[in-house]
């Protein structure tokens, strides 16, 4: 039945006595069965007749192999477009078709881009859209992912449309890759692309450095623009608006005429050429790099989700909307980022927190991610305010669909610490200060008797909902119970 579960197929084997034949199953799948007395599939088999054989298999097929009701089809070529950050781009022919592996393509795309085949360790395939960003597995397969993208929105993402989103192919730096691992290559291509990597993230106001941080950067790019010319080794303002690696981080332009800050670039510029005269590009894309890593944020991945606003302390005329941030995770902790004003909102280390992230089936009213941590300036509870806490701990939840994302990153990042504890002791000398917020923690947790009618058992378990306006928190309990389990102790 092309609908069902399950297929059948009869194949019929001519084989010699010297002829050892791998039958290898349809797709890959472990769930399958042999016919001939439960012989392993996939193992050789060897015969003494020449006649023919027949032999069955039971498969049970990807849902998202089979396209057209066939169990086997011979997939035709397909031309494939992998970008870089820096807008490069490479087209290349995938002999294998839509069932071209990520694994498969990585290989031509660091041949395409004259990478060294060791950027596998640092660089990965990315398909991403405006409000999704997916890393590729090295057992997906690409075309199908792009294909099937408007799923992966509605399931991961808030957009309301999901099929006006165009997902693109990107080479970038792999999810688990940090400094401790980047730092082991030095050849000049990976170095560029590390160094076109940052440029985009700053320019583009991923990372939020301060204006002077970003003037120095700047400098940079213009020194090796200015070397790589055949013009005067003299940069002037028109230099500085041509140079893309010179833009003005957009959060910054608020901040800074276009005057002021092409000033700022030449004054950076200047000290440069006292401290770095007669650098190599590669040095100079270094420098740039090694002052990227100062910051805790340095490398990470980021989702996206929000934040509910610090409770009002005056008259309320309207409800105020959550807060839009990015939540960036690397092997430094999480930080979380206000997309308005492009501001640390958190910043901690794994020793420094508690985490755990909850789905909608969950009871909670929308899946989120917790960050439970020490608050820094504790405050005192008003008379009469019920604690929802323990004294001195805060909470910060961010609502979002990409919850079990972050969760399952965070986890692995937890479990490559104690591979890289020289790395973070220096990370520690090098200041790599965290940041908590001084407002009150944000969020609201459901008590035990309220988790357990969601989950429809009386066993219980720590969940999250909304704040509720005033009118409906008067008949409703906001005690959280005592013995509710704890955010994931790290």
């Known amino acids: 039945d092309v609908r069902g579960e399950v297929w059948t197929v009869t194949v019929r084997i001519l084989m010699s006595s010297e002829e050892v034949i791998d039958f290898e199953p349809y797709d890959g799948n472990p769930h399958r069965a042999m016919a001939d007395g439960g012989a392993d599939a996939g193992a050789g088999a060897a015969r003494d007749s020449d006649t023919p054989t027949q032999e069955s298999a039971t498969y049970y097929p990807d849902p998202l192999a089979i396209d057209d009701g066939l169990p086997v089809k011979i997939s035709k070529p397909r031309q494939a477009v992998v970008s870089l950050l820096c807008g490069d781009q490479f087209e290349f022919t995938c002999p294998a078709g839509k069932e071209t592996t990520a694994e498969e393509m990585l290989p031509l795309v660091l041949n395409g881009f004259k990478l060294p085949p060791e950027a596998g360790d640092i660089f990965a395939l990315f398909c991403v859209s405006t409000s999704l960003t997916v890393q590729l597995k090295p057992h997906h397969q690409p075309f199908k992912i792009l294909r099937k993208w408007p799923e992966l929105l509605a399931l991961f993402t808030s957009t309301g449309e999901p099929e006006t989103e165009a997902p693109i192919m990107y080479l970038k730096r792999a999810d688990m890759c940090h400094q401790g691992i980047e730092r082991k290559y030095t050849q000049p291509r990976i170095v560029e692309l590390l160094f076109q990597e940052m440029t985009f993230n700053v320019v583009y106001s991923f990372y939020p450095c301060t204006l002077d941080e970003a003037a120095r950067l700047a400098a940079i790019h213009l020194a090796i623009d200015v070397a790589s010319a055949s013009t005067s080794p003299t940069p002037c303002k028109d230099d500085v608006a041509e140079s893309e690696g010179c833009q003005c981080p957009d959060h910054l332009r608020k901040k800074t005429s276009s005057r002021k800050w092409r000033k700022a670039v030449l004054e950076a510029y200047d000290m440069l050429q006292l401290e770095a005269s007669g650098a190599t590009d590669i040095e100079l894309m270094l420098k740039y790099i090694k002052s990227g890593r100062l910051w805790g944020y340095y490398g990470a991945t980021f989702f996206y989700g929000y934040v509910e606003p610090p409770e009002p302390t005056g008259v309320v005329m309207r409800e105020r909307p959550d807060e839009l941030v990015r939540v960036g995770v690397n092997l430094d902790g999480?930080?979380?980022?206000?997309?308005?004003?492009?501001?640390?909102?958190?910043?901690?280390?794994?020793?420094?927190?508690?985490?755990?992230?909850?789905?909608?089936?969950?009871?909670?009213?929308?899946?989120?991610?917790?960050?439970?941590?020490?608050?820094?300036?504790?405050?005192?509870?008003?008379?009469?305010?019920?604690?929802?806490?323990?004294?001195?701990?805060?909470?910060?939840?961010?609502?979002?669909?990409?919850?079990?994302?972050?969760?399952?990153?965070?986890?692995?990042?937890?479990?490559?610490?104690?591979?890289?504890?020289?790395?973070?002791?220096?990370?520690k000398l090098e200041k790599v200060a965290s940041y908590r917020p001084n407002a009150q923690a944000r969020g609201r947790k459901k008590d035990k008797a309220q988790a357990g009618a969601a989950s429809g058992n009386g066993s219980g378990f720590f969940t999250l909902s909304r704040l509720m306006t005033k009118k409906k928190s008067k008949g409703a309990s906001s005690t959280a119970s005592s013995d509710a389990p704890s955010p994931t102790s790290i």
């Open 334 to 427: 999480i930080h979380v980022i206000s997309e308005k004003h492009n501001e640390l909102v958190l910043s901690l280390g794994y020793s420094e927190l508690q985490y755990n992230s909850y789905d909608a089936d969950d009871g909670a009213s929308e899946p989120s991610f917790l960050i439970e941590y020490e608050e820094e300036f504790p405050r005192r509870p008003q008379p009469g305010e019920v604690a929802l806490l323990p004294p001195g701990k805060a909470q910060l939840v961010i609502w979002t669909a990409q919850a079990t994302m972050i969760d399952a990153l965070v986890s692995r990042y937890i479990e490559a610490l104690s591979d890289w504890e020289d790395l973070l002791k220096e990370r």
